[in-house]
T-cell receptor, first 111, second 114 residues
């Protein structure tokens, strides 16, 4: 079992839809959780950074962390064609030096 | 734009050769981490440098080595290149080492080994 799992997609939605992206993980030591967006042939761009369980909202993006279920989510409201990208979740233990990434979910928002 | 720059953008090398990739961290950041991202995969941690010292290493062989300079820029060196080393190499800079510091990525260097 991989440490961080993510449905690779591709996930196709119509413009304006609410998108739900998810990751599961196995290491209960993970405390900090990130979501990155990566356009084709570009570096990952940090979208959200959360600590422990709970919700965090930033514009059209909401990140949720459920540590009891080892499950994190990213919701995108009013999705736009410019949101078409690969979304990577990443996480790190409080004592860790490196982030552990999921394989990414490819999202396509159709106009 | 994160302010993290990498060079070169693309590189083609032959198996057995050596390569050096470069990264300039964001202003004020003293920590640089290097990742390898194979096609269709998430980034895999290679190592991290904090104030010119290696501060953690992933599951990569010793032919992957690095350096950090007093201005906190960094190099990744790979010796005896193998076909499987073909990937996007990403560096990420952060304000400090450790889990509480967000990492900001550069655009990457795409390495092709033939």
């Amino acid at each position: 079992q991989k440490e961080v799992e993510q449905d690779p997609g591709p996930l196709s939605v119509p413009e304006g839809a609410i998108v739900s992206l998810n990751c599961t993980y196995s290491n209960s030591a993970f405390q900090y959780f990130m979501w990155y967006r990566q356009y084709s042939r570009k570096g990952p761009e940090l979208l959200m950074y959360t600590y422990s369980s709970g919700n965090k909202e930033d514009g059209r993006f909401t990140a949720q962390v459920d540590k009891s279920s080892k499950y994190i989510s990213l919701f995108i409201r009013d999705s736009q064609p410019s949101d078409s990208a690969t979304y990577l979740c990443a996480m790190i233990a409080s004592y860790g030096q490196n982030f552990v990434f999921g394989p990414g979910t490819r999202l396509s928002v159709l106009p | 734009e994160t302010g993290v720059t990498q060079s070169p953008t693309h590189l083609i090398k032959t198996r057995g050769q050596q390569v050096t990739l470069r990264c300039s961290s964001q202003s004020g950041h003293n920590t640089v981490s290097w990742y390898q991202q194979a096609l269709g995969q998430g980034p895999q941690f290679i190592f991290q440098y904090y104030r010119e010292e290696e501060n953690g290493r992933g599951n990569f062989p010793p032919r992957f080595s690095g350096l950090q300079f007093p201005n906190y820029s960094s190099e990744l060196n790979v010796n005896a290149l193998e076909l499987d080393d073909s990937a996007l190499y990403l560096c990420a800079s952060s304000l400090e080492a450790g889990s509480r510091s967000e990492q900001y990525f550069g655009p990457g260097t795409r390495l092709t080994v033939t």
